[in-house]
């Protein structure tokens, strides 16, 4: 495990609630403790807690038969208020500030909603008060929400240029096998080298989450790939935080790559929010994917798809259709269709602004 100094700390909805699904304080208050002897060490955190929907759940009886988005949306609304008064309680008592922050999808689509969360989160980092993430689930449904909050913590570490990203859950790890089977052992570390590890990973989630291991492992690997170290641990360890600093925790650890640069690590994210595509010619893409990166120019585009404006995500297709990268638009759709092919033209993304996907 290397050095840390900011860090986003993920913490699962099943590791605040007990088995029999009431908030479990006593596992929240002692996390809280524990942030907080991180804080006294020196590092900076930024903790992404899932829980709103337990939380409300547990508080808010509600009729069987009632649409589940509803359910959801009650749930969610009433259950953040009491998950954040708890947090904003026991941080208290350590003198802590704490700040709430709900985040939708669409806020890491568009750069300028992206550069002005970026902006509140260094601005609290600096005047040492705690930001409390979570998905605002009453606006999100369906496909515009994250897949889980593993994606949104993802997001966040990328988002800060966090060192370390922490995702808390109610096993240590990635297992070789289910988890409560004796016989798997759990795998300490993951590095580029290693062959796929999500084979060993099934479908299954615990009682109160909803993306799974796969999801975890998914966003840890592209945490990992972008320079980030991520640690999966168990957050109902006694003294989860305290064995992280001093090293000798039982955990599943990604080794980083090479730190990318921050707009690409906003770009990396971006496959699901991009808003337009572009489809380059051969000359182009040896271009982009060249040992020294260059931009793409419109000389090298033949087809443009979606009404995209400037600062927006566009897909880059090769001739054959495939997925070669992600960019961002220095001009809109309406002013890049006008130079398709031609010569001396502006680039329509800047090398700064490209993020190319690994080649197999
Ligand atoms: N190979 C595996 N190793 C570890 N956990 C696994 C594996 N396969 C499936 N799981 C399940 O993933 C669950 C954790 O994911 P999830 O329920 O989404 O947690 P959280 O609410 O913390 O995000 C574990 O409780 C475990 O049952
Ligand atoms: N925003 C939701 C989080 C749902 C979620 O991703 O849960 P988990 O898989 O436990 O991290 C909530 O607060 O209930």
């Known amino acids: 495990m290397l050095d840390s100094k900011l860090l986003v700390i993920k913490i699962g909805s099943n590791v605040l609630t007990q088995e029999n699904g ?3 304080l006593e596992r929240m208050e002692k996390l809280v403790a524990q942030i907080q002897h991180l804080t006294s060490l020196g590092k900076k955190i930024v903790l992404v807690s899932s829980g709103a929907v337990a939380f409300g759940r547990q508080a808010i009886p509600l009729p069987e038969k009632l649409n589940p988005v509803i359910k959801k949306q009650i749930w969610a609304s009433t259950g953040q208020i009491r998950l954040i ?8 008592k350590h003198k802590q500030h704490v700040a709430q922050i709900l985040v939708t999808k ?15 989160v260094q601005a609290l980092l600096s005047q040492g008060i705690l930001p409390i993430i979570n998905e605002n689930d009453t606006v999100t449904i369906t496909e515009l929400m994250f897949t889980d909050n593993d994606e ?3 997001l966040a570490a990328a988002m800060i240029n966090a060192d370390t990203m922490m995702l808390l859950t109610n096993v240590d790890g990635i297992f070789t096998g289910n988890p409560s089977d004796p016989s798997s052992e759990l795998i300490e570390k993951v590095s580029s080298s290693m062959p796929e590890v999500s084979n060993y990973i099934s479908a299954s989630k615990s009682s109160f989450g909803r993306g799974g291991m796969l999801t ?11 320079g980030i170290q991520v640690i999966i641990a168990n957050g109902k360890r006694e003294n989860v935080l305290g064995e992280f600093a001093d090293k000798s925790l039982r955990c599943t650890w990604f080794e980083p790559q090479k730190a990318k640069h921050g707009a690409k690590k906003w770009l990396a994210h971006g496959e699901q929010y991009y808003v337009g595509e572009v489809t380059i010619n051969e000359g182009a893409k040896s271009s982009l994917t060249a040992e020294v990166i260059r931009s793409l120019l419109p000389i090298g585009i033949i087809k ?5 404006s400037k600062g927006d995500i566009l897909l880059i297709r090769d001739e054959s259709g495939h997925k070669i ?14 130079r398709i092919g031609q010569k001396n033209q502006k680039a329509l993304i800047h090398y700064d602004y490209l993020y190319i996907f690994d080649h197999d």
């Open 325 to 338: 990268g992600l960019g961002r638009a220095e001009y809109s759709s309406k002013v890049a269709n006008d």
């Open 216 to 226: 975890k492992y998914a966003m840890a690997k592209k945490s990992a790939d972008l």
């Open 304 to 308: 443009l798809e979606g009404e995209f």
């Open 85 to 92: 008064n708890q947090y904003q309680n026991f941080f208290e």
């Open 22 to 24: 009431l908030p479990d």
């Open 152 to 154: 949104l913590a993802s």
């Open 106 to 120: 669409e806020d890491f689509r568009d750069r300028k909603h992206f550069l002005n969360m970026k902006n509140c």
